[in-house]
């Protein structure tokens, strides 16, 4: 299983960015799909989750700005993301908890990271 992440980018505060992450590989279907980011010299953090059953979740300081989504079909998770703000620079890395492959169950896959800087 590999996850590619692209969409990251510069932009205004103020502004949007899309980002995508598509898993590859003999999948047949995908749990708990996310994303989390890095900023310098801080902890990687949870953005946002979205289940199976399309059950989202979001950290607090993204609350009303980002939208997470996913679609099965392509194996792909998506993050849209308004209002940009100076503090959302970071390096946004996309993660799957739990992916069945045919070989069965693998776990905690991660993409290789994007990213995303806000600056005027």
């Known amino acids: 299983v590999q996850l590619q992440a692209s969409g990251g980018g510069l932009v205004q505060p103020g502004g949007s960015l899309a980002l995508s992450c598509e898993a590859s590989?003999?999948?047949?279907?995908?749990?708990?799909m996310s994303w989390y980011r890095q900023a310098p010299g801080k902890q990687r953090e949870l953005v946002a989750s979205?289940?199976?059953?399309?059950?989202?979740n979001y950290a607090d300081f993204v609350k009303g700005r980002f939208t997470i989504s996913r679609d099965d079909a392509e194996n792909t998770v998506y993050l849209q993301m308004n209002s940009l703000k100076p503090e959302d620079t970071a390096v946004y890395y996309c993660?799957?908890?739990?992916?069945?492959?045919?070989?069965?169950?693998?776990?905690?896959?991660w993409g290789q990271g994007t990213q995303v800087t806000v600056s005027s």
């Open positions: 590989g003999t999948i047949r279907s995908i749990n708990l």
């Open positions: 979205v289940g199976r059953d399309g059950k989202t």
């Open positions: 993660n799957v908890d739990r992916v069945w492959t045919a070989e069965g169950p693998s776990y905690d896959w």
